[in-house]
């Protein structure tokens, strides 16, 4: 029934006068309460061992007891104090949950009024949104019993005191037949011990007194995550059901530390009737004294810890011993995050509310690119990236192409075909114009390999540029876009089309015009070919054998018998390259001549074949060909890196690179810098957020080191 919770806050009795409770209060009105660890306490216990009866103590809020309504998961109760008074239903979905489920639970929520909240049809709400199987319908259906979602109840008022309360499903053993399953008695320890291994959560262990507390499950799931025991008090309830004398006896003594003791020891406290159900917090708390009051129970009155009020008290000394053992964890918290928000603020710049301080502020981010330019970005290992990639697509040249492995004697060939099209009538020789067309043909595929290098450097270079200017802005991101998409990406854009053009002009140059080169390597190149070509003929048309060394003297022919020192005329040069020709001659004196190879006279004949005017020339064209390629190819790469890349790229003035300077900011208009620079609402209001945190955070610094 609506309405039907305790009156008064009974945490605001047992906080009221702590030190240390009040510094939290402080701090939490500072607006930190993320920082701190704020008091948290788990119930735990045994489904029937009045866990109900101690959270209405702890809350205020009448809990429904029945069957139906046991705590089948989590419920996080959360008071924080606040000037307008409001409770929040939420709920956490299960990390498990798969996308759907979390989207559905995520969508449950109300607010009521403290005196409308009635938990009875949160839970029913609760139960039915996560999917819960009733408890009357029996085995047959499929849904499960308990969840590992959380059910969040945040409870904001004037008199609240900032306390987080959690109650979690009942411990038992053995399974229910048609009810429960093993399964559920690994998911309710689970779900227990998640809350009870946080070093800032106090675990209330409740235990009946009519039951063993040695054998509770809740003192030994305690005992397993705080062995010191400095986390953990036991509290006894309904204490009216221990009418033997024994039963008694053994309460007594287990809050006199004599049986079964904890370090932080017992408390009892009497649960509510039926018959209290309509009675006041006033007439509870009287009823309750008057209980304790009567024998057996006067004996441990002086102890302190009966009644709500004891237990109230052993609370207070606990949860303000945790956050004394937490303060400086809190104090360096503080400190990090109001580092962190300093820093945030601080790249906002100063206001920028008028012209000038716009001004400053991206000449002082053209500054600082400058420097970056120059200094260790150009080491920068820049990865492509689609969105340089996208806003420079209609420039990039995407061109296809290959480079297959040369195929033997297609190119002399491709030669010969060219040589007979030109039709030329001169005998031994070619035209220059079929060197030319022949060079072009071999270089078909330089356009797309340099025009599709060069547009990568391009993507390279514009994704550092995006890089290093959005390191710059420091999270200002409407600055960064801005800058990057109005003021700095139409005159990228043109940089790089200078660039591309100018490696169009190069490829025109090279493979448009005709032959040239004064590099002396050509003649180099040239001769060694033909030097090579004719070592190649020889080599086929006498055959290895032919001429040996004799004593390493002399080069004898084994079909003729001749050699220099018969006097057989002889062909000779000096090679020594270890070839069947090579030999050392011998002078007159019998010391060791000049080195070289020998060819007979006999047989100069072999090399003079049958060759036509065609077979020539092709040859001749191969040789000079290969010779000018290999000038050309090395001159025009150096040309392309030095001109297109470094130039046009990188070192130039007007490079990409130096489009965004200090000078480029002086010589914007009022209109451009306000659109660029100047500061949107959002940041405005960011701005006055991060001002407020750093004060509030400053506040709390000065509270923490009063309580030291």
């Known amino acids: ?43 735990v216990g045994d489904p029937s061992s009045g866990k109900s009866s101690v959270l209405e103590c702890m809350t205020g809020l009448a809990f429904p007891r029945g069957p139906e309504l046991c705590t089948r998961y989590a419920t996080q109760i959360t008071c924080r104090r606040d000037a307008y008074e409001s409770v929040q239903i939420s709920i956490i979905p299960s990390h498990d949950s798969n996308d759907d489920r979390k989207e559905r639970l995520k969508k449950f929520g109300f607010s009521v009024k403290k005196n409308d909240l009635a938990l009875a049809d949160v839970f029913m709400k609760a139960n039915e949104a996560m999917e819960l199987r009733g408890i009357n319908d029996g085995d047959a259906s499929k849904l499960p019993i308990f969840a590992e979602d959380i059910l969040k109840i945040e409870i904001n008022s004037p008199d609240q005191y900032h306390l987080t309360i959690i109650d979690v499903p009942g411990i038992f053993r053995t399974p229910t037949k048609g009810l ?114 009567a024998r057996p129970w006067n004996r441990i009155k002086s102890t302190f810890r009966v009644g709500v009020s004891g237990l109230g008290i052993r609370m207070r000394d606990l949860l303000g011993d945790l956050f004394k053992k937490d303060h400086k964890n809190v104090e360096a918290n503080v400190r990090r995050r109001l580092s962190n928000t300093e820093t945030l603020l ?15 502020y991206l000449a002082n981010i053209a500054a600082g690119f400058q420097e970056e330019e120059v200094g260790p970005g150009r080491g920068f290992k820049v990865p492509m990236d689609e969105q340089s990639t996208r806003c420079l697509g209609d420039i990039l040249k995407h061109m296809d192409f290959e480079c297959p492995k040369p195929v033997e004697g297609l190119l002399l060939s491709r030669i010969e075909f060219l040589f007979h099209r030109s039709r030329t009538a001169e005998i031994g020789s070619f035209p220059g114009s079929l060197l030319a067309q022949a060079f072009k043909e071999q270089t078909q595929r330089w356009a797309p390999l340099v025009l599709k290098h060069v547009s990568q450097v391009i993507v390279v270079i514009h994704k550092f540029i995006r890089m290093t200017l959005r390191r710059k802005c420091e999270g200002d991101s409407n600055t960064f876009e801005m800058l990057h998409n109005h003021l700095l990406l139409p005159k990228l854009r043109a940089a790089y089309q200078r660039a591309l053009d100018h490696a169009q002009f190069l490829l025109e140059v090279e493979l448009s015009g005709q032959p040239y080169t004064m590099n002396h390597y050509f003649d180099s190149n040239l001769q060694v070919s033909q030097a090579t070509r004719l070592q190649q003929a020889i080599n086929k048309a006498i055959g290895p ?39 050392t001659s011998q002078q007159e004196d019998g010391s060791s001549g000049a080195a070289g190879w020998w060819v007979p006279k006999s047989m100069l004949s072999k090399l003079a074949t049958d060759r036509s005017n065609a077979e020539q020339v092709r040859e001749d064209i191969h040789d000079a060909l290969r010779s000018y390629y290999m000038v050309a190819r090395r001159r025009f790469v150096d040309v392309v890196l030095q001109q297109v890349i470094f130039h046009f790229l990188l070192d130039s003035k007007t490079s990409p690179l130096k489009i965004f300077t200090p000078d480029l900011v002086m010589s914007l208009d009022d209109t451009q810098l306000k659109m660029i620079a100047g500061e949107n609402a959002a940041t405005r209001d960011k701005r006055e957020v991060l001002t407020q945190n750093i004060l509030n955070m400053k506040l709390a610094l000065q509270e923490l080191e009063i309580t030291k």
């Open 346 to 360: 601080s790249r906002l710049g100063p206001s920028r509310s008028r012209a000038d301080a716009q001004r400053r």
């Open 1 to 43: 029934m609506a309405g039907n919770h305790n009156d008064g806050n009974p945490a605001r009795v047992w906080l009221r006068d702590d030190a240390s409770m009040r510094t939290i209060e402080k701090l939490c009105n500072l607006g930190v309460a993320d920082l701190i660890p704020l008091p948290q306490v788990v119930v």
């Open 545 to 583: 054998e032919s001429v040996r060394n004799v004593d390493g003297a002399t080069a004898i022919n084994p079909s003729t018998n001749a050699s220099p020192a018969s006097g057989e005329n002889t062909l000779g040069a000096n090679n020594n390259n270890g070839s069947p020709f090579d030999f």
């Open 180 to 293: 429960t399953t093993n399964n559920d008695i690994a998911i309710v320890r689970n779900i227990v011990n998640r809350y009870i291994k946080d070093q800032r959560t106090i675990i209330l262990a409740v235990i009946p007194c009519n039951v063993d507390a040695s054998t509770q499950e809740a003192l030994t799931l305690a005992k397993e995550v705080d062995p010191e025991g400095l986390r953990t008090i036991g509290v006894l309830t309904k204490p009216d059901l221990a009418t033997e004398r024994v039963t008694q006896q053994i309460v007594c003594e287990l809050i006199e530390g004599k049986r079964h003791p904890l370090r932080l020891g017992y408390c009892v406290v009497k649960n509510q009737s039926d018959d209290e159900g309509a009675s006041t917090k006033t007439d509870r708390s009287s009823l309750e004294k008057a209980f304790f009051s």
